[in-house]
């Protein structure tokens, strides 16, 4: 594109200059008249940042930006095209970068969430532009129906619109729709970022981000900077909250404090006229410095004990009344006094009230009024004061006198707002948002309790009942820690997230925490900033408020991240549902990295956990809530049981057991599964759960039919999602930044697992705010206590799983007992309601100290006495049935749905009535609680037992009633004491029953309820409401999604238009639930037709919204005729199209494309007119207007459009066979010519071969090397798969060999390619010389190796022959013993590579070789070779260490499993245990010889893929490993599976190769060895010595190990004083093994368990066993000649008997080391010492059993009576009784008899069973006495020498 800008003249020098500034904006201007604003744009983003910096110092940024705003795009591919996209990336880029401290108010998290959504929005709109506008057609999609295409949504592009919230479209017209929606987002965007860019407070980071001095500070500032670590993430930064304000110019000491009335009247004078409120300012600044003289400071009250009141002359009309009351300093230290301000009233206005409240408030004590009258003058004899000091008052103030003022005229008004009016401070901020006109939302001021919550600096837990200020609390404890931060800006912003189950109550914090910020940021506006925003309310003044659907504004915010790990700084403090929370959380785990404990999840619990994390993420709709619970399961539950069960207990506390205990308790997460058994369910304290006692049988029988239903619709519940979250978290870290500060409120209603996820997503374990009320626990599936809540938190930190940082302090908990809602008379029956949970059912709530309330008040009524049983409080409604209701402020609550509608039908429309649950979170000045107690599960004896139990002093009656029957009382008193707490400021009981009688009676005997006459009429006691009262109370509702009591609020405010507008959403809400399909258009036509009233009553603005609501119900109605008609209203014409084609009137698109085609964008055109030559074309019939004015244009069109097939057939119809065949080709009809070439092959010859050639070059295309070919050729999408079902049925023996054979290898392939005829293809090619196609086949073959974890080991070593010649075929290609080389055609169809002009070639994209981010065209001979020999090498060693990875965890290379040994049967943990599990008769010779073949063919492979590719650096960890496993093979850990008398050379395959490799690893891995002086590692080096020494002495060799050994680098010290050559374990461990004198062992063995840490038990084991059969020739059983006859010993201990002499000490310091080993094992120590398998107990016990078996020969075979005895105390037998001499006397002798048989006893029955017969007797031939067999189990071994036994025992290699 040529540039439009002369860029030079945009030079860092030139605009530097005022005259190059000058003549820059000159030039910008000019160019800015006659182009267009896109091209203008578009060169200033040339260069980085110069747009930024001059649109911020241009002359006239507005005409830049309505420019910039005029040239935004109509249309969204036009949208896409534009220089909007580069524009909005660099804003967004731009101030995404800057300090989150450089912003206003709430603008930093609007610039992080709008930076993702520009970052996300271009990919969603491209996919939603080819559904909408069906630029992705393929040939399928032309061949169908337009009306039949349904809109089919890959998982990646899902991803892509899940991520910037928008629902999956489900076709063409709803994704015109949505584009529509988002090109209004990002026109808000770019009005919101050039609203950014125009203000000055971003003009020098414009000019330093474009002339590159960004963050240069002078010398002093960067040495201030410097001395303040900014802190790393991995930090929280520590802040204490602080809400302190800058002082005030011109205003004195005195805080002023004004009332809620104040600052209305305040605001209300500034908006009618400014002088006057100047004045009052005037008045209020005197009052600030301490001026209280004259008409300033004149007492309003009569009685001289009240506390004063005081009146301020403004001017002769206009009265200032305030008091000196006592406030908080901004540090919450100390009392201050303060002038507090009720109001602006004129002289008429100044009543009795103000006597009343001086009285009223005197009711706080003395020292509160002593504080207020209290005056310390500033200078002595001056008229000014200044404000004394107290200590801070730590109790609560409240007054028992009710607010009730009672006029002369008998008429009683409530002046509570005079004493809970919050009070905010006077300040900067205040006093500018009076300049500005806007209502300002500041801090107002705290209690003491409250003030040290927002300042305490750990972590704390906050309780208290209903309206006590939870809330309050906690959002100025986070905009304390923001306003802290803001004045810190070293330091990195704190990540704080709040977080709730509700989202009502969410959305409200956020805007409450959002109006604070906005508020306060207003203290650092100008004033040329605040007359610019006063203009821009008063131009919105008059607008009256728009009504937006509510669900959308609660769950709806541009660029909210789908993943926590998304989230940036720019987005806290964040605000969400524990809902969203837990998705985004879901949203950042990939289920296929889960591990557990370093090994893979068990393949069910995986399964579960990826079928949960992935319903999470992307199918809300099977989300189980308590709604969908009620509508499809609780029915089911009804009919199957039919017990009591579904009568007295409802749905509500069914639900809430299964999930907040059966499966979201602490006791539950720790179980399999996260379930509790059903024992375990039963079991649980009836104290802590006492809702079920008496029913937990039938109530886990229910839950077992929920579950079982639940897994029938595939549906998950809120339980299921945590435990799959905390699941997969225990196993893989959180990714994201943790957060530093965590709120959360109305905690209660999360389940208990729910918290640990919370803890977990925070860093700062002082950084925890929990509060709620577990007396409102009523919410589905909670079942929640604060003391269970401390209690895990504390176990989960302490645990350290979790890598949870644990508190150095101990939370605090914070008790709120004032209520600031609700009066005393409301509250304190509410508390004697919490009394009796507390008392009865302590482990179920809380217990705090008494609530009470700010102020008095009336006692709640109760109704009863009416007589009528049809319809009890008939008389009492029966006078609001003539124009009587109920006021806007006055509610109905009722139990259910029924309950309400029987109310209505019976008397009409007379009060606003809602049910117990949509109540919460909503509250009333009058609550009339309906049939509570008559419409209750819980019988009369239960509420009975109450009244008995409070009256009886036998404790056995209070301790029963906690108890079944009675225990779903304590939910009915939670549900009870929720639906008080709703009241302000009356409260009614209307209940008859006789259920209702004990507590009724109860309260009355307390005298906290009023009786109500009987007779009594309803009309007394209700209120008459304003106009104003009931749009506000319809509002309120409208927000609450009430929309059907929000219709009657408006209808009573005289609203229609308010009235319409929530009958129309409350109208579409009834069609969204209903069910039956005719019903549910019925409903949603009635729904579309309110809208269409709506739009004719609404504003301007609002009229387009309207229609397009209406449209939408219309087209859900069916009706789209009258859809097409509303979206032609909105000029939707793209909607109005897409409603005519499901109507089928495609006339009328023509007539659109015929009268609107400028109205339309030029790519929807062309859909509109694609939809009218299908629907013409395929229906053989003409438009009513022409659509072509030619046949060639025709057929132009038909070929740019892909309607090949018309085009096609037209062609043939012409006779042009092969150019319709070509054609077909050219289209991608692949299937279509090969039939077209087919069916004229008989005529045409060539025409079979040409049909062959398309396939094969097809399937050569697509099936390459390295491909997953059986995916491809199945896929009935791919051009494979398609063209080789065309030659299906093709005699192959008609074909060319080369051609049969391949076409043969595809079909084959293609139904498996694991088949037995792959391999021999390949064979079959190898042996043709055809190595490519082979080395193709083969790899085809074990594209996807085998799951061998069962495999027998005969198995196993037929797989390895196979796997091995493939091994050697990539060895071979690697290293150039069989060339593949891209001249030969083979090669280069196998690989993809194409040939190209002068002998080069290139690489085709998706194949083996193809690079990416690297050049793949223009190769040559030697780079393709080059190419290719890297890849075959990356390729072996993948394979092949695949394969290995496979050989670790195969059954076929595992040993026996000890606790199958131990107790003959198989291991508990069989699902999860690696080793074999075979009988005891099956462990013979030959499996053990089968288990060493397969160890040392898998070395000789490994080894072959190493010379091959390389001694990379993780080939001596495979080397040392391969070893470890042939070790472990050999000399197996448990004596029956074989030894090494048992190694048969002849049966093992190659033996000599695989010995030849092993020799030399072995080399390799003792060179590797190094021993340093950490006793874990010098004892790893050791047993790694122990194991190639007895390795190299099996496998034989050359290799000189013992002087290798003898090195200094090999030296491992005894550290004791000891010569140099005999301070060496290294040299004794291998000198006892490989030399035939064990005594250097001794000392060795002793070294290792002295010293030693984490060693390998079967080794040392096996090493003491080793020095043990050394000391066979000593031993000298029989006394003759021979010292080795009578000998009873294993074969291995005599595979080389000629062994020299050992003394008796050394023989002794054995059994020493071997007495200590015991004790180790024997201790339950062994874990201190020895790195154990998993099964541990097993393995020891094993290992026990083998030495006892040492032992047990080892005494049998030894004469010496002091060894005997050694050998017997180690054994734990009986004493040994030997006399001082030790002399062999005939007792000595019976003894040692004795001792042996029990020796032969135990060696047999520890051998029973066993396959192998380890156990030899030797006898010498010449033995001069008969000798006879020691047992028939144990065979004789006769002998002559020494050489004989050598001869007899040992077999010798085959090589």
């Given at each position: ?228 670590p900014l802190l790393s993430y991995s930090e929280a930064p520590h802040l204490e909250a602080t809400l302190a304000t800058a002082d005030i110019d011109l205003f004195g000491e005195w805080t002023i404090l004004m009332a809620s009335r104040a600052t209305k009247d305040l605001f209300q004078l500034r908006r009618h006229d400014a002088k006057m409120a100047e004045c009052v300012l005037k008045k209020i600044r005197q009052l600030s410095r301490g001026q ?530 609700s009066h005393g008379g409301i509250v304190d029956c509410a508390q004697l309601v919490v009394k009796l949970i507390a008392d009865f059912w302590p482990d179920s709530i809380d217990v705090l100290e008494p609530e009470s309330a700010m102020l008095g008040g009336p006692r709640p009524v109760f109704f009863t006495g009416w007589q009528n049983d049809i319809f009890p409080h008939e008389s009492f409604f029966s006078s609001l049935k003539s124009n009587r ?971």
């Open positions: 594109m040529v540039a439009t800008l002369d860029l030079d003249k945009f030079s860092v020098h030139k605009l530097q200059t005022e005259g190059g500034l000058y003549g820059a904006f000159e030039h910008l201007n000019n160019k800015l008249a006659d182009s267009h604003i896109g091209n203008v744009v578009s060169d200033l983003l040339e260069k980085p940042n110069l747009f930024v910096y001059v649109f911020s110092v241009s002359p006239n940024p507005p005409s830049i930006r309505n420019k910039i705003l005029g040239g935004f795009p109509v249309d969204s591919q036009t949208l896409q095209q534009s220089f909007i996209p580069t524009l909005l990336s660099t804003l967004s880029t731009f101030f995404f970068n800057l300090p989150s401290d450089t912003f206003h108010g709430d603008e930093s998290r609007t610039v992080g969430r709008y930076e993702r959504y520009v970052a996300d929005v271009w990919p969603a709109m491209a996919i939603l532009s080819s559904i909408a506008f069906g630029t992705a057609t393929s040939r399928s999609s032309t061949n169908t129906s337009f009306k039949a295409r349904k809109t089919i949504i890959s998982v990646h592009d899902a991803t892509i619109l899940r991520k910037i919230n928008i629902p999956l479209p489900s076709d063409s017209h709803i994704a015109m729709q949505t584009l529509g929606d988002i090109m209004t987002i990002i026109l808000q965007i770019l009005k919101f970022y050039l609203g950014l860019l125009s203000d000055p407070r971003f003009a020098d980071r414009c000019k330093d981000a474009y002339f590159g001095t960004s963050d240069k500070l002078d010398e002093d500032s960067e040495a201030e900077v410097a001395d303040v209280f003289s004259g008409n300033n400071h004149k007492m309003l009250h009569g009685p001289s004990h009240g506390v004063p009141i005081y009146q301020a002359e403004i001017l002769s009309s206009l009265r200032l009344v305030y008091q000196i009351d006592c406030t908080l300093d901004d540090d919450g230290q100390a009392e201050r006094q303060a002038v507090k301000v009720y109001g602006i009233y004129s002289h008429k206005q100044l009543d009795h009230i103000w006597p009343w409240l001086s009285k009223l408030l005197n009711g706080r004590g003395k020292v509160y009024r002593q504080r207020c009258i209290l005056r310390e003058r500033g200078e002595p004899g001056s008229g000014v004061y200044r404000p004394a000091t107290f200590s801070p008052t730590m109790g609560e103030i409240t007054i028992d006198q009710s607010p009730i003022f009672v006029r002369e005229d008998g008429r009683n008004e409530d002046h509570s707002w005079l004493i809970s009016s919050k009070c905010v401070k006077l300040s900067k901020a205040y006093l500018n948002g009076l300049i500005a006109e806007r209502e300002v939302e500041l801090p107002f001021q705290l209690t003491t309790k409250e003030w040290q919550i927002v300042q305490w600096p750990t972590s704390c837990y906050v309780i208290g009942r209903s309206g006590t200020g939870k809330t309050t609390a906690m959002v100025f404890k986070m905009l304390g820690i923001q306003r802290a931060w803001e004045q810190v800006p070293s330091f990195r912003k704190p990540r704080q997230l709040f977080v709730t189950r509700f989202p009502v109550l969410a959305a409200k914090v956020e805007e409450f925490f959002t109006s604070l910020v906005e508020s306060l940021a207003l203290a650092g506006c100008t004033q040329d900033e605040l007359r610019k925003l006063r203009s821009q309310i008063r131009s919105t003044a008059q607008q009256p408020p728009q009504m937006i659907d509510p669900l959308n504004a609660l769950s709806y915010r541009p660029g909210t991240p789908q993943k926590y790990s998304e989230l940036s700084d720019h987005d806290f403090p964040f605000f969400i549902t524990f809902d969203q929370l837990a998705r985004m959380v879901a949203a950042d785990i990939h289920i296929g990295d889960l591990k557990e404990f370093g090994r893979p999840i068990a393949s069910k619990e995986y399964n579960r956990l990826q079928f949960i994390l992935d319903k999470v993420i992307n199918d809300e709709s099977s989300f189980v809530t308590y709604a969908a619970f009620r509508t499809h399961y609780w029915p089911r539950l009804c009919d199957a049981s039919r017990s009591p069960l579904a009568q007295n207990f409802g749905p509500w506390l069914i639900f809430g057991e299964f999930m907040g205990v059966i499966k979201g308790s602490e006791t539950a997460f720790h179980s399999p599964n996260g379930t509790l058994d059903r024992q375990t369910y039963v079991n649980l304290s009836t104290r802590t759960y006492p809702a079920f006692a008496g029913n937990r049988h039938s109530l886990y029988s229910a839950f077992e039919l929920y579950s079982k239903l639940k897994g029938e619709r595939y549906d998950y519940d809120m339980a299921d999602r945590t435990y799959a979250i905390l699941k997969a978290l225990s196993c893989n870290p959180l990714k994201g930044q943790p957060v530093d500060y965590l709120y959360v409120d109305e905690v209660q209603d999360n389940l208990i697992i729910d918290t640990i996820l919370l803890r977990i997503l925070c860093r700062n374990a002082d950084g925890l705010f929990w509060a709620g009320d577990t007396a409102q626990t009523i919410s589905a599936g909670s079942s929640f206590r604060f003391a269970d809540l401390r209690a895990l938190i504390h176990r989960t930190e302490a645990a350290g799983n979790m890598a949870i940082q644990k508190s150095c302090a101990q939370p605090e908990v914070f008790k709120l007992p004032i209520n600031y809602r209701e109920l006021g806007a402020e006055q509610c109905i609550l009722v139990r259910n749905d029924t309950v309400r509608e029987q109310i209505r039908k019976r008397f009409g429309d007379i009060a606003v009535i809602l049910t117990l649950e949509a109540s919460k979170g909503l509250e009333f000045d009058d609550v009339f609680l309906y049939n509570f107690f008559e419409d209750s599960a819980t019988t009369f004896s239960q509420w009975r037992s109450i009244l008995v139990a409070c009256s009886d002093k036998d404790v056995t009656v209070s301790r029963n009633i906690s108890r079944s029957p009675h225990s779903a009382l304590c939910t009915e008193l939670k549900n009870l004491y929720v639906g008080i707490t709703r009241a302000r400021k009356k409260l009614y009981f209307l209940d008859h029953s006789q259920s209702s009688e004990p507590m009724r009676e109860l309260w009355s005997k307390k005298g906290l309820i009023d009786i109500a006459p009987s007779g009594t009429n309803i009309c007394e006691y209700a209120e008459e409401s304003t106009l104003e009262q009931w749009a506000a109370s319809g509002n309120k509702l409208f927000n609450a999604c009430q929309f059907q009591e929000a219709v009657r609020c408006f209808e009573r405010a005289n609203l229609p238009r308010q009235l319409g507008i929530a009958q129309a959403y409350g109208l579409r809400e009834v069609a969204a639930s209903t069910v039956r399909t005719g019903e549910r258009q019925k409903a949603f036509f009635d729904a579309a037709e309110a809208f269409v009233q709506c739009a004719r009553e609404a504003l301007p603005s609002e009229e387009t919204r309207f229609h397009r609501e209406a449209a939408k119900c219309y087209a859900l109605a069916d009706k789209a005729h009258m859809a097409a008609k509303f979206y032609i209203a909105v000029d939707d014409f793209s909607g109005a199209a897409e409603q005519y084609r499901k109507a089928g009137r495609f006339d009328e698109i023509a007539q659109i494309l015929n009268r609107h085609t400028e109205k339309l964008a030029a790519s929807h055109r062309n859909t509109l007119l694609h939809l009218c030559v299908v629907h013409y074309y395929r229906n053989r019939s003409r438009p009513p207007v022409p659509l072509f004015s030619s046949a060639v244009e025709e057929l132009e069109y038909l070929d740019d459009k892909g309607l090949h097939k018309e085009r096609i057939d037209l062609l043939k119809s012409l006779g042009r066979i092969l150019e319709a065949a070509e054609a077909q080709l050219g289209f991608g009809q692949l299937c279509d010519a090969i039939q077209t070439l087919l069916e004229h092959r008989d005529n045409q010859p060539d025409t079979m071969q040409r049909a062959v050639d398309i396939v094969l070059d097809t399937l050569w295309q697509e099936c390459s090397f390295g491909v997953p070919i059986q995916s491809i050729l199945r896929n009935k999408g791919s051009n494979a798969h398609k063209v080789l079902n065309c030659v299906q049925d093709i005699p192959l023996e008609r074909l060319k060999i080369s051609d049969s054979k391949q076409i043969r290898f595809f079909l084959v392939v293609q139904k498996s390619p694991f088949a037995e005829e792959v391999y021999r293809l390949g064979e079959e090619f190898s042996g043709r010389g055809d190595e490519a196609m082979a080395l193709m086949a083969f790899d085809v073959f074990f594209s996807e190796l085998p799951a061998l974890y069962s495999a027998s080991t005969s198995e196993f070593d037929t797989f390895l022959k196979r796997f091995e010649r493939y091994v050697r075929l990539l060895a071979s290609t690697v290293s150039d013993e069989i060339p593949l080389r891209a001249t030969d055609s083979r090669v280069r169809r196998v690989f993809g590579i194409l040939p190209s002009s002068d002998y080069h070639y290139s690489v085709s994209a998706g194949t083996f070789l193809h690079r990416k981010f690297t050049q793949n065209q223009h190769l040559t001979m030697t780079d393709i070779n080059l190419l290719m020999k890297g890849r075959l090498k990356a390729l072996l060693r993948q394979k092949v260490l695949e394969e290995n990875d496979i050989s670790c965890v195969s059954q076929a290379f595992s040993t026996q499993c000890p606790y199958s040994i131990m107790h003959g049967r198989s291991c508990s943990r069989m699902i999860h245990c690696y080793q074999q599990h075979e009988q005891k008769m099956s462990l013979d010779a030959a499996a053990y010889n089968a288990k060493v073949n397969v160890h040392l063919q898998q070395i000789r492979i490994l080894d072959l893929m190493f010379s091959a590719v390389g001694y990379h650096e993780d080939w001596h960890a495979s080397m040392t490993a391969g070893l470890h496993r042939l070790y472990a093979a050999l000399y197996r850990p448990i004596y029956i599976e074989g030894s090494i008398a048992d190694l048969d050379w002849n049966t093992l395959r190659n033996a000599a190769g695989c010995i030849s490799v092993a020799r030399k690893w072995i080399q390799k891995a003792m060179e590797h060895l190094k021993p340093t002086d950490e006793p874990n590692i010098y004892s790893n080096y050791l047993t790694n010595i122990i194991r190639v020494a007895c390795l190299h002495t099996t496998l034989g060799g050359d290799y000189a190990l013992r002087e290798y050994i003898s090195h200094d680098s090999c030296r491992v010290s005894y550290g004791e004083q000891l010569s140099a050559e005999d301070d060496n374990v290294s040299t004794d461990v291998v000198a006892s093994l490989i030399g035939s004198d064990p005594t250097p062992g001794v000392p060795a063995l002793r070294f290792l368990l002295q010293n030693g840490v984490c060693m390998d038990l079967s080794v040392v084991c096996h090493f003491a066993e080793e020095i043990c059969s050394r000391f066979v020739s000593s031993l000298h059983p029989s006394g003759d000649f021979s010292p080795l006859h009578n000998l009873l010993v294993p074969r291995r201990w005599i595979m080389d008997p000629d062994r020299p002499a050992v003394r008796k000490d050394t023989i002794q310091h054995f059994l020493y080391c071997v007495r200590r080993l015991m004790n180790i094992l024997r201790s339950g120590r062994a874990h201190t010492k020895f790195d154990l398998p998993t099964n541990r107990e097993s393995f020891v016990d094993v290992i026990l059993a083998r030495i006892c078996r040492m032992l047990c020969i080892l005494g049998y075979n030894v004469r010496d009576v002091g060894l005997s005895k050694t050998i017997a105390d180690i054994l734990l037998l009986p004493p040994f009784e030997v006399d001082r001499t030790r002399n062999e006397s005939p007792q000595i002798l019976r003894q040692l008899v004795n001792l042996r048989r029990q020796y032969l006893d135990t060696i047999l029955a520890l051998d029973s069973g066993s396959a192998i017969k380890d156990l030899i007797h030797l006898v010498h031939k010449n033995s001069r006495y008969l000798t006879r067999p020691i047992s028939p189990q144990i065979p004789q071994l006769v002998f002559e020498d020494v050489a004989d036994i050598s001869r007899q025992m040992n077999r010798a290699p085959v090589f």
